[in-house]
């Protein structure tokens, strides 16, 4: 009976192997809800500030309170994954993200609401780098993992450009307590399914300790570096606050890199960042944040603010480079495999660039057609592909066991990124902006564009000196034969 007994560990493997797609599907469909919430809110201030009071200036809240817990927490997010176990983890990250969207909704003070935000990015911190976690350990470092990652950099690309497309119907016909009661739904379908279809990742062996005095520190320096070049465009980024802020984050970093040198169980082992790849891949990253983040500002203001676009109407017209970033990741996800992720990110950066270098030929008396729709096609197309590019180089070699720190690195990275870009990008435009009229406004926004080519032209020249490695992201050596537990060892391309 032994002998006809069919073998465990092959049923086993082969189940979740037929189903691993649909388990990409949950977790893309959490990221697109955790990307969609860090933008509709945008379209739907001015009716929350009207209906629940706030004091003068003190509606942005409602955005940044989600935005600091969400970009400050990723790392320890990302390490809990590997301390605890990452679906266990994204899946509490979902449940605790459902239960604070319905605090928003049914927010009775602007109190309340700030604070229920704040629950929305510490659950946000967690499901992200958890749910990439997760990711990297149902796919197989190589040509599949590299298609997932495209359709996960896709469906965040189109996150951002659904938001604007929703959330003014939702915010005008239903009130805008639904832009968070529709993320219960979504919420619902992944904690039914997700403990089906969803893997657990490997989870660190021996004693499980916590790293409490690098979770804080890490966490304020980011927290206060995305602040203040967040309000740098408001006050000014020769004021004190601008430059306390900044001084006092550099400071806790160099905090937290004694503290991590010195404990026995650090949340981020420095040895991570001995690899050109992560560090090339990380660095490219937050250059991407940069200039797709700066770009998309500058695109929104001068639609809205010269051509004089609806909300609605200018989700419309950008949803192009939405779908051309979905088709240059696509895309891009397949070609990796045969020629390595540095050609597509040194191709990606040159049309990131060549986009918004088209874009600064906007004109005050311009129109979709003959100002936007290229450069945004062009645009689009660079987004895709350096997302990819960067998030493969810097996953690349990433041990299991630390699979969720390595991916809350790069989510913090990103958010950092984006907050710089969007900072200067503005810093810029409102510096050479020398009235009201569409054409003073219109030369802002050019020079906006410029920096954010700057910005793309920095990425190029990171893509070309930083990614430095034997096979440019290729997949090397042999197949291992299954069941080898070699072949479940990631490894350091180039090393």
């Known amino acids: 009976m032994s002998q006809t007994r069919p073998d465990r560990r092959t049923t086993q493997e082969a189940a979740p192997d037929r189903r691993r797609w649909l388990a990409l599907t949950l977790l893309v469909a959490s990221f697109f809800m955790v990307i969609v919430d860090s933008q509709i809110v945008m ?108 359709i996960w950099t896709g469906v965040g690309a189109f996150g951002a450009t659904a938001a604007l497309l929703i959330g ?166 397949r070609l990796v495999a045969r020629v390595g992720y540095k050609p597509i990110a040194i191709v990606g950066m040159s049309l990131l660039f060549g986009g918004l270098l088209l874009l600064t030929r906007i004109d005050p008396d311009g129109g979709y057609w003959s100002d936007l729709f290229f450069g945004l096609v062009v645009f689009g197309s660079g987004i895709g592909s350096t997302n990819v590019a960067a998030s493969i180089a810097s996953l690349t070699g990433a041990k299991a066991e630390e699979s969720g720190l390595v991916s809350g690195i790069n989510n913090a990275v990103f958010q950092i990124g984006a907050a710089l870009g969007i900072a200067i990008a503005s810093s810029v435009a409102f510096a050479y902006t020398t009235g009201t009229s569409p054409e003073a406004l219109n030369d802002g926004f050019q020079a906006g564009f410029a920096a954010t080519a700057v910005f793309a032209l920095a990425g190029l020249a990171t893509a070309l000196l930083l990614l430095l490695n034997r096979d440019s992201g290729r997949p090397a050596g042999r197949r291992r034969p299954a069941g080898d537990e070699e072949a479940a060892k990631p490894v350091l391309v180039g090393h």
């Not at 890490?218 to 980024?237: D, R």
Request: glycine share 12%; with cysteine; aromatic share 10%.
């Open 43 to 150: 379209l739907a201030l001015p009716s929350i500030e009207q209906e629940l009071g706030f004091a003068p200036g003190g509606v942005q809240w409602v955005m940044s309170a989600y935005l600091l817990s969400f970009g400050g927490l990723l790392m320890f997010g990302g390490r809990t994954a590997d301390l605890l176990g990452g679906r266990r983890m994204f899946l509490f990250g979902t449940a605790l993200f459902g239960v604070a969207s319905v605090l928003c909704g049914l927010a009775w003070t602007d109190t309340v609401l700030v604070a229920a935000r704040v629950v929305q990015g510490v659950a946000a911190a967690v499901m992200t780098p958890t749910a990439m976690a997760v990711l990297m350990h149902t796919f197989a470092e190589g040509p599949e993992r590299n298609k997932a990652l495209g």
């Open 168 to 333: 003014g119907p939702i915010t005008d016909g239903l009130g805008w307590e639904w832009i968070f009661y529709i993320n219960v739904p979504v919420v619902a379908v992944v904690l039914l399914f997700g403990p089906r279809l969803l893997k657990q990742t490997p989870v660190r062996e021996g004693r499980r300790r916590f790293d409490p005095a690098g979770a804080v520190t890490v966490t304020a320096a980011i927290a206060m570096l995305v602040y203040a070049v967040s309000e740098a465009p408001l006050v000014g980024w020769g004021s004190g606050q601008t430059i306390g802020l900044l001084v006092a984050a550099v400071v806790l970093f160099v905090v937290f890199t004694v503290i991590e040198h010195r404990s026995q169980a650090p949340l981020v082992p420095l040895r991570i960042f001995r690899s050109p790849t992560v560090v090339g891949g990380n660095v490219l990253m937050l250059i991407v944040a940069m200039a797709v983040y700066g770009g998309a500002l500058i695109t929104s203001l001068y639609a809205q603010q010269v051509l004089g676009y609806s909300a609605v109407r200018f989700g419309l017209s950008t949803a192009v480079y939405a779908v051309m970033s979905i088709i240059g990741a696509n895309v891009s996800a």
